[in-house]
């Protein structure tokens, strides 16, 4: 019979087609080969270690990634290396190493030349941005790169850093405060330079996503995903005086006569320390520089300008409202009797003419003519 006669003939051709599937799909995972063999892991194209299995080869660089994830593995969106990586079985019966060992060769710093080649032209910037390397960096191990860089050059960086390196992107939620703005609302109401809060600020509250880009498991950079405004900051709100203080007139405060200072003698009796005797001093001493601002404490009118033997040379300004006040030592006067000064304007330069054996800004101060301590009015 026809049929009896070709089946031997049919089962040999459905052996060797089940022998050709299983032969093709073995020499396309591990090879002809049983039992265990080494391999080497490849990175771009450089062989780095030899372990004594593929499943070896391949726990290396799980352990790697491991190694860099700082947080839970979910929160990645990206893991991955930025060299190329490949393993390969390796030929002959080489040394191998141990997991450790090859964990060690792959993340510790090794230092080397790496060489780039520049897929597109461009300039210095252009290039080191599409081969992730610093433009200084580029700039600093080729001096003579120039500005323009011709496509299919190679450039050579050398670096001191691990021979993996793990590239990933963690998705990270963050709660954070909105700082409050502070808007400045002009018056003629108020005084030139007086600031007033009319309304508190409070900082917002946000949720944010962020996409934390990592480098070996360090961040590298990060860029905002998501954003939920979770309550809006209120602005603070400042009113700003615009009112010019026309000179003459007084606010009615009193600022000290110069910037800064050491205290000398204060107003009240005090023991002469060369004769021992008890005299009252009618003023405070602004101990400062020679030549530095004296400054009119308020507005007012100059009503003495001019010399006195113990004074030196001195200035008295009238601020109404019966106030008045004296300023003795100087150098120098700015002012003369019958000008109009504003708060601050300056009057004099400190000196030590007269009866000073410092330089200093002996301030007096009067109500109705009587001598007042000028603490009550001055802070210092
Ligand atoms: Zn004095």
Redo the contacts with the bound molecule.
């Keep these: 019979m026809e049929i009896k006669k070709n089946k031997p003939a049919l089962a040999i051709i459905l052996i060797a087609l089940v022998l050709l599937i299983a032969g093709t799909a073995y020499y396309f995972t591990d090879g002809f080969t049983f039992g265990n063999v080494p391999y080497s892991i490849y990175v771009d194209k450089k062989e780095c270690a030899i372990l004594s299995t593929k499943k070896e080869a391949k726990d290396v660089l799980s352990l790697i990634e491991a190694t860099y994830i700082t947080g839970d593995r979910d929160s990645y969106t990206e893991i991955g290396f930025k060299e190329n990586v490949t393993f390969k079985r390796a030929k002959g019966d080489p040394e191998t190493v141990s997991v450790d060992k090859a964990l060690t060769i792959l993340t510790k710093d090794t230092e080397r030349d790496i060489t780039y080649k520049v897929d597109k032209a461009g300039t210095l910037e252009e290039v080191a941005l599409s081969l992730g390397i610093p433009a200084e960096k580029i700039l600093e191990d080729n001096p003579d790169i120039g500005d323009r860089i011709a496509a299919g050059k190679r450039i050579t960086v050398h670096v001191n850093a691990p021979l993996l390196t793990m590239v990933a992107v963690r998705k990270a939620e963050m709660t954070e405060e909105i700082p409050y703005e502070t808007v400045f609302i002009k018056s003629d109401e108020a005084y030139l330079d007086i600031f007033v809060t009319q309304k508190s600020g409070e900082n917002g509250k946000q949720r944010v996503t962020y996409l934390i880009n990592e480098v070996n498991g360090k961040e590298k950079s990060r860029e905002i995903a998501e954003k939920e405004i979770l309550l809006e900051p209120v602005t603070r709100e400042v009113i700003e005086g615009t009112k010019r203080i026309e000179a003459g007139t007084a606010t009615g405060t009193f600022r000290l006569p110069v910037d800064s200072y050491k205290l000398?003698?204060v107003y009240g009796y005090r023991t002469d320390p060369l004769t021992g005797e008890r005299k009252f001093?009618n003023?405070t001493?602004f101990q400062t520089d020679e030549n530095a601002p004296v400054y009119a404490c308020d507005g007012g009118k100059v009503v003495k300008a001019g010399w006195d033997d113990s004074y030196g040379n001195y200035v008295v300004i009238d601020h109404g409202n019966l106030l008045s006040t004296l300023y003795?030592h100087n150098t120098e006067l700015l002012v003369k009797e019958g000008d109009l000064v504003s708060k601050g304007t300056e009057i004099a330069k400190v000196g030590m003419t007269g009866d000073a054996t410092g330089f200093?800004c002996?301030l007096e101060m009067y109500n109705d003519g009587q001598n007042i301590d000028p603490r009550i009015y001055v802070v210092y």
């Design positions: 000398g003698t001093h003023g001493d003795a200093h002996h």
